[in-house]
């Protein structure tokens, strides 16, 4: 049995063209226009996703100066803070500074001992026995003086002494005293150095000032 649509009655011929059309705009939707939207909406997402980082990496470039002012800032505050706890001892040179604040303040040295560090978790305690020669006064001068120090010293175990005298009294001698000065060190962390902690406490060469 054939079909023809010249068979059918001209409303019948349309109803079959308009079925033919909605076949053929249904399978053009099912196997193009559905998955062109799919992936139109996938990069859709992928663009908002590329301009969200876009717009992070604008915001950040544009804080770039102040993060670098933070970090200058940091530096700045690192080098202050290794001025007042330096990463090395040098008993040489805090002698010569004591002794310049100690003449300064008409007081004369007479012993200089650094002693063995107590090692804590980020620095090491430096204990120096100072023995002292001088006037009340200007050992009250000497100790303001050490206390200004950009470098941290603190001062315990003060003992101070009057001299005899044998009728033969110096006004700039009248005293003697003795302290311990102890200062600190900043540990310097290496990493792989197995030996750091023992080396922070090896005890510094004695010295006496004349």
Known sequence: ME?????LPWYGQ???FLLLALAGVGAFGYYYELPARGDLDLRRQQLAAL?????MGTATAKKLPEFR???GELEARLNNLKAVLPEEKDAADLLRRMQGVAAQSNLTIKSF???DPVT????SEWPINLELEG???NLAIFFDRVSKFTRIVNISRLDVKGKESNGKADPNSTITASCVATTFVLLEQKPGAKGAAKGAA?????TKGT
Request: proline share 10%; glycine share 4%.
């Open 120 to 123: 804590k978790t980020l620095h």
């Open 202 to 206: 090896t005890k510094p060469p004695a």
């Open 69 to 71: 002012a933070q970090v």
């Open 113 to 115: 001992k650094p002693a």
């Open 14 to 16: 349309i109803g079959a």
């Open 135 to 137: 006037t009340y006064h």
């Open 3 to 7: 079909l023809s649509l010249t068979k």
């Open 51 to 55: 301009q969200k980082d876009i717009n």
